[in-house]
């Protein structure tokens, strides 16, 4: 038998695929991380200067001018269809987490932030979209939104509407 070997390739083109293939997959094990990071250590923050919402890439501040608290209420999406969660356009979805842009059924724009879709605060916004937000104790989150402004605490009968 004789043996005839093939000649080596390059390597280069080998070499550089392996290295932009490893750093690929380390970017999305980092995503993936924070996004799984994130549905145990999100958060809003009430300030003069905003809400703030930390976690995931959807974090942001939004002026609290730019909330139309008077239409803000609580509310359990088990019991309004129009505000569930149709269709995710740029966000994470990781079990009972949400986060990020959505469509509701009402064809709304919303930005998420779910975890408990029983105890949710609903909040329009003057740029086009509302909030979903999950909180322990939404009532006491709407009447810091309201302290934040200035504002009276609202309308209790609406802000434990749902609960």
Excluded: C
């Excluded at 905003?50 to 942001?60: C, E, P, Q, S």
């Excluded at 408990?116 to 329009?124: A, C, E, G, L």
């Excluded at 740029?127 to 937000?133: A, K, T």
């Amino acid at each position: 038998m004789q043996v005839f070997p093939i000649p080596p390739a390059s390597g280069r083109g080998i070499l550089w695929f392996f290295v932009i293939m490893m750093v690929l997959l380390g970017a999305v094990t980092l995503m993936m991380g924070w996004a799984a990071w994130s549905t145990r250590n999100s958060r809003a923050e009430v300030s003069p200067a905003g809400l703030k919402l930390v976690g995931d890439l959807w974090g942001r501040t939004i002026p609290l001018d730019r909330l139309e608290l008077d239409d803000a209420r609580v509310v359990d999406l088990r019991g309004e269809p129009d505000l569930v969660p149709r269709r995710r356009t740029m966000g994470t979805a990781l079990g009972d987490y949400s986060a990020g842009w959505f469509r509701l059924r009402s064809g709304e724009k919303a930005l998420l932030y779910l975890t408990d879709r029983r105890r949710v605060v609903y909040i329009p916004t003057l740029d086009g979209y509302s909030l979903l937000l999950s909180q322990s104790d939404p009532r006491r989150f709407l009447d810091a939104l309201h302290d934040a402004t200035g504002g009276a605490a609202g309308n209790t009968d609406e802000a434990t509407e749902g609960e």
